[in-house]
């Protein structure tokens, strides 16, 4: 599982790196791999200052103007980000989904991915809560909330799964499981929050199995 939850060495490292040995310029996908990748690293600087086209021309060691041959703007960049996390994570949840029959299992497995995505992948984290895109163009904040959103609703499918399935769940009545999905979601951004405030040296995952019983129990 670690490795699926680790796209950006295995399918953006690994194709410039395969590129580069027969070719000195990358071609023009690859490119733009590989300026979606060096922008998902700067985000990883705690310091969380703006990323500018200009920092990131220069760490790439190419012309603004080259970046904007692949992308129209820097918010069409965060896009291009914001697409790759979300066809990340839900291409995962429906793996889930389509190993676990339980409901309870499908949401436990569900958070763990999205705890687990985000401690491998820190500058993603800062797109998902949003701080990276704040002085961006509004329309990224609208993007990223309706991922977020998408994702509350498969925790809240999963939970009423788990309703159909016998046990103390079954006497769990709609209204609630909508208000456990709000609430299970509000664990997950808060562990994002605390690995980004503190840094990402306090990890997402820590003590999340003792968590998520506490928090999927009835």
């Given amino acids: 599982m670690r490795d699926s939850l680790d796209p950006t060495a295995s399918d953006i490292e690994a194709s410039i790196a395969d590129e580069g040995k027969t070719r000195k310029r990358p071609r023009p996908g690859e490119r733009r791999l590989q300026i979606l990748q060096v922008l998902a690293e700067m985000l990883q600087n705690p310091k969380a200052e703006r990323v500018t086209t200009a920092a990131l021309a220069a760490k790439i060691q190419v012309s603004e103007a080259a970046l904007y041959r692949h ?14 996390i ?13 190993k676990e029959e339980s409901g309870l299992a499908q949401a436990r497995g569900i958070l763990q991915m999205l705890l687990f995505f985000a401690e491998k992948n820190p500058g993603m984290t800062r797109v998902l809560l949003g701080d990276a895109l704040l002085q961006e163009d509004d329309r990224l904040q609208e993007r990223i909330t309706q991922v ?59 003590a999340s199995d003792i968590s998520l019983r506490i928090l999927l129990s009835e």
């Fill in 71 to 84: 992308f129209a703007s820097k918010a069409q960049m965060f896009e291009g980000l914001i697409s790759f």
């Fill in 86 to 98: 979300e066809q990340t994570v839900f291409g995962l949840i429906n793996q889930i989904n389509q």
């Fill in 148 to 206: 977020l959103d998408r994702v509350e609703a498969s925790l809240k499918q999963a939970l009423r799964i788990a309703q159909t399935q016998g046990g103390s769940w079954a006497s769990v009545g709609q209204d609630e499981v909508s208000i456990r999905a709000a609430m299970l979601m509000s664990y997950v951004l808060g562990r994002w929050h605390r690995f980004a405030r503190s840094g990402f040296k306090k990890l997402p995952t820590e």
